[in-house]
């Protein structure tokens, strides 16, 4: 086991406690694993030392979508996964996470998605913006027909912020390309 993934913290939210420890227990093994039962419990094991937070959606009391404006409402920098049998609908556009996925959700599908999350954290805030919006155009895409997706404000508003998004980031590479060559022009020595 590699120290610097143990010191990876990932909280694992889930009212379902079998699905909880599940989790807790394939991703025990490269991380340090916070495991909470409800939206109250989540709240409390979730801080700024946390780097991924994967969280049901339907839970009694405090629901995951409770917990996650109150996440983005701390100003806690971790990446949110929804992990959910939820089907998602257009109100995902506006909520404030990284990823969704539907359950069932196999190990490696779990596994892979944190590692993804965990590299995103190495982006810049405009990257990771950009990751985000693609997951929910995608998400939306996977689970809607063109005639659905067509009919809501919602699924054109993600659409062009990704799109927005791409522009952005290609500038700055443009940008960066730019800058690359003008100080390729300076002797070296």
């Known amino acids: 086991m590699d120290d610097d993934a143990k010191s990876v913290s990932v909280v694992v939210v889930d009212d379902e406690q079998d699905i909880a420890d599940l989790y807790t227990t394939w991703l025990s093994i490269e991380y340090d694993v916070r495991t909470a039962y409800d939206g109250d ?8 030392a946390v780097d991924v937070v994967l969280l049901d959606r339907q839970m009694p ?3 995951g979508d409770e917990v996650l404006n109150r996440i983005d409402e701390r100003g ?5 996964v929804m992990v959910t049998a939820v089907d998602p609908d257009f109100d995902i556009v506006e909520m404030p996470f990284d990823d969704y996925l539907t359950k069932p959700v196999t190990r490696e599908e779990l596994e892979g998605t944190v590692e993804e999350m965990l590299t995103r954290t190495a982006y810049d805030e405009q ?3 950009f990751f985000a919006a693609a997951s929910k155009k995608a998400t939306l895409e ?7 997706l067509d009919a809501h404000e919602e699924y054109h508003e993600v659409s062009q912020r990704v799109e927005n998004l791409r522009e952005e980031a290609n500038k700055s590479v ?3 390309d730019d800058f690359e060559s003008v100080f390729k022009e300076f002797p070296s020595g």
């Open 127 to 129: 990257i990771q913006e």
């Open 76 to 80: 806690i920098d971790c990446r949110v």
């Open 61 to 63: 009391g405090k629901s």
């Open 41 to 48: 419990g989540a709240l409390d094991r979730i801080d700024e």
């Open 174 to 176: 443009e940008e960066f």
């Open 142 to 148: 996977s689970e809607r027909n063109p005639a659905e």
